[in-house]
C-alpha cells in the first residue's frame, strides 16, 4: 500500500515538474485584442473602435481627415509587456499618435518578442462628416446687405461681415450628418444662431460614431481697435509710480465707437515691467465704459513680450470665463502707439480693484493678493502656512486697522491646519467651490507661480466667505521652461515640494478634503465635455481676430512673423494632453 502511495506521488510531481517546464519554455507572446473606446477618445469618438489582428498586422479604419495623432487604445495581451518606440504602453491610458508609422512589441516573460505594424485604412468622402454649405440668408438677416456664404476648409468655417456689431445671425447649414451640435445644443433641420460674440463650435457625428469638430469663424474686414497715448510733452513714461498726465484715443476701427479721454499713465508690473516691451496702467480723470467693459477709472494695457504667441494670457482668462469664476477679466487685443511710437499688440483689460465693475464686495469687503514679493504698505505673514498676504482694499491707515483683517484670516487658515480638519466648520469660512475653479483654471495652464505663491487674489465680503480670485498672472504657466519655450512638460503635477514656497502646502492640505475632491472631479468632468472644444475655437477665433496685429507686432520686436498659426496648433496640442494628464490626476483624489 505506502509502495503504491510512492508511485503515485512521484508520478504527480513528475507531472506537475513537466508542466511547469513546458510553460516556462513556451513563450509566445501576442495582442489578444485591442479596440479605441469612446470613453477614453471622448473628443473624437461617439462609438467604439474595433481594431483587427491579422498575422503581425493592426488595422482598424477611419473617415478621411480624422484626427489620429492622439488616440488612447485599449488592449490585452499575453505576455509581459507592450512597447511602442521604446515606451511601456499601458491600457486606456498612453496616447499614439497614429498618423505616423508605429510598431507594436510585445514582449515575453523569456526573452520571446513578436512584432506588430499599423494599418489605419482612410475610408474617402466620408459624406456624413462633411459640411456642404452654410450661409446667412439675407431674408432672415435684414441687416446684411446680401447673402454670406462661408467658406469650409479643413476643419474651419470662415466668412467676412462688414462688422462685427451685430451679435447674433441666422444661418442655415447643410449636411448628412444624423447628429449636429452647435456648442453642445443640437441643431434641428439645419437651422442655427450664431452668437458673433462667443466662439461657436459645431460637431458633427455619422452613424458609425465618428466625430468631426468644426470651428466657425468669423473676421471682420476692419483692424482691432486701437489706442493712440500721449503724455504731456511727450515726456517718456520710465516710471511704475510716477503718473504722467495724458490724452488717450481709442480708434475703434468701427469695432466699437472712438473715444477721447483724458488721464494719467504710468508703468506697471514687476518683472514685466524690466522687459523690452513695457506694460502700463492709466487712470481715467472719470469713469468710462471702454470697448464694453464695466464703467471704471483705472485701465491696465499688458505687453505679454515673455508670450511669444500672443495668445497664452487670453487663453487662461477664456478658461476663467468658461468656468464662470468669479470676477474673471475679459481680455481684449488691442494696438497701442505711445507719443508717436507704435508699440505692437497689447491686452486691454481692467485693473484688478474693489469696485462696482470689478471685484464687488463693497467697500467693508477686502481684496488680499498672496505675492512673494510682499510689496505692499500694509502685510502680514499668517501664522500657521507662513503665507506672504498683502492687503490690496481697503486702504489702510494703520497697523491697528490690520489686526482684525488679520485675526480674521488666521481664523480661518488655523482650521485648515487644525488635526480636526476638515470636519470643523473650515467650508463656513472658505469658499470650497470657487477653489475648485480656481485650481482647474491653474492647473489645465500648469501655472507655478501659486506655490510661491505669487498673484494670488482672495477676495472676502463683509461677513462673507473667503473666495480665491481673481485669477491673474500666466507668465510662467503653458508649459514655460523659464528660459524662452512654451509648451513643456504637459503631464507634470502643479504642487512642487520646494521647502521655500508656502503656497502649495496650503493648497495641497485643501486637496486633503474629500468634499472639495468630489466637487474638483465633477467640475473638471464638466468643463472637459462641455468646455473644453468651445475653448479651442476660442484660440482659432482670437487668432484670427488678432493676426494682422500679431505679425506687425513680431516685426518691431524681432518675433518670426508668420508663427500664428503653427503656435495655435502647439497651444491646442499641448492643452489636449494637459488635458488627458488631469483625467488621470483628478480620477486619482
Not at 90 to 102: H, M
Not at 430 to 442: G, T
Request: proline share 4%.
Amino acid at each position: 500500500m505506502n509502495c503504491n502511495v510512492r508511485v503515485i506521488v512521484t508520478a504527480l510531481i513528475c507531472f506537475i515538474s513537466f508542466s511547469a517546464c513546458k510553460k516556462e519554455t513556451i513563450d509566445n507572446p501576442q495582442i489578444l485584442k485591442m479596440s479605441f473606446k469612446s470613453i477614453d477618445n471622448r473628443d473624437l469618438l461617439a462609438k467604439d473602435i474595433p481594431v483587427d489582428i491579422e498575422g503581425s498586422t493592426l488595422s482598424f479604419s477611419v473617415p478621411e481627415g480624422l484626427d489620429v495623432s492622439q488616440l488612447i487604445a485599449s488592449f490585452e495581451i499575453s505576455g509581459a509587456k507592450l512597447m511602442v518606440g521604446g515606451v511601456e504602453q499601458e491600457s486606456r491610458v498612453t496616447i499614439n499618435d497614429y498618423s505616423k508609422s508605429l510598431t507594436f512589441e510585445v514582449l515575453g516573460y523569456n526573452g520571446g518578442q513578436t512584432q506588430y505594424t499599423i494599418e489605419v485604412i482612410r475610408l474617402e468622402n466620408d459624406e456624413q462628416l462633411r459640411v456642404a454649405s452654410l450661409i446667412l440668408p439675407k431674408e432672415a438677416n435684414p441687416h446684411l446687405l446680401n447673402t454670406v456664404n462661408f467658406e469650409v476648409k479643413e476643419n474651419r468655417i470662415f466668412a467676412v461681415l462688414p462688422k462685427l456689431s451685430n451679435t447674433k445671425v441666422e444661418a442655415i447649414l447643410e449636411t448628412s450628418a444624423p447628429e449636429v451640435f452647435l456648442n453642445a445644443e443640437k441643431v434641428v433641420d439645419g437651422k442655427l444662431t450664431l452668437d458673433l460674440s462667443q466662439t461657436n463650435v459645431l460637431m458633427l457625428i455619422s452613424a458609425e460614431g465618428f466625430k468631426k469638430y468644426y470651428t466657425v469663424i468669423v473676421s471682420s474686414i476692419n483692424d482691432i481697435p486701437h489706442f493712440y497715448i500721449d503724455t504731456e510733452g511727450r515726456a517718456p513714461v520710465v516710471d511704475k509710480s510716477k503718473w504722467l498726465r495724458s490724452t488717450i484715443i481709442l480708434d475703434g476701427q468701427e469695432v466699437t465707437e472712438n473715444l477721447q479721454l483724458e488721464g494719467r499713465v504710468r508703468g506697471r508690473g514687476n518683472s514685466t515691467w524690466l522687459l523690452p516691451k513695457k506694460p502700463y496702467r492709466f487712470r481715467l480723470d472719470e469713469e468710462a465704459s471702454i470697448l464694453g467693459l464695466g464703467e471704471a477709472t483705472d485701465w491696465v494695457l499688458l505687453a505679454n513680450y515673455q508670450d511669444y504667441t500672443s495668445l497664452l494670457s487670453a487663453t487662461a482668462f477664456k478658461v476663467g470665463e468658461l468656468l464662470e469664476a468669479p470676477y474673471t477679466n475679459t481680455m481684449i487685443p488691442v494696438e497701442l502707439t505711445l507719443n508717436g511710437r507704435y508699440q505692437g499688440i497689447y491686452l486691454l483689460t481692467e485693473q484688478i480693484q474693489v469696485g462696482e465693475h470689478r471685484v464687488n464686495i463693497g467697500n467693508d469687503g477686502v481684496l488680499f493678493e498672496l505675492d512673494s514679493y510682499f510689496d505692499e504698505d500694509y502685510k502680514f505673514r499668517s501664522k500657521y502656512y507662513n503665507l506672504p498676504v498683502n492687503i490690496k482694499s481697503p486702504d489702510l491707515k494703520s497697523d491697528a486697522e490690520l489686526i482684525p483683517i488679520r485675526s480674521e484670516f488666521e481664523k480661518m487658515e488655523e482650521l485648515v491646519f487644525a488635526s480636526t480638519f476638515p470636519e470643523n466648520g473650515y467650508r463656513d469660512l472658505l469658499d470650497i467651490s470657487e477653489f475648485a475653479n480656481w485650481f482647474i483654471i491653474n492647473h489645465l495652464t500648469y501655472n507655478r507661480e501659486i506655490n510661491h505663491p505669487k498673484s494670488t487674489y482672495v477676495h472676502k465680503a463683509k461677513d462673507g466667505k473667503y473666495v480665491f480670485g481673481p485669477i491673474w498672472d500666466f507668465d510662467w504657466g503653458f508649459g514655460f521652461d523659464g528660459n524662452r519655450y512654451y509648451f513643456k512638460t504637459p503631464e507634470a503635477d502643479i504642487l512642487r515640494n520646494n521647502p521655500i514656497e508656502t503656497g502649495s502646502p496650503f493648497f495641497r492640505r485643501l486637496l486633503q478634503d474629500p468634499e472639495t475632491k468630489k466637487i474638483l472631479k465633477e467640475k473638471w468632468q464638466a468643463f472637459r465635455l462641455n468646455k473644453l472644444q468651445q475653448l479651442y475655437a476660442y484660440i482659432e477665433n482670437y487668432g484670427s481676430w488678432s493676426k494682422d496685429a500679431v505679425y506687425r507686432n513680431d516685426i518691431i520686436w524681432n518675433r518670426m512673423p508668420g508663427s500664428l498659426d503653427n503656435d495655435k496648433a502647439r497651444l491646442k496640442a499641448w492643452l489636449q494632453i494637459r488635458a488627458n494628464y488631469l483625467d488621470r490626476y483628478f480620477a486619482s483624489l
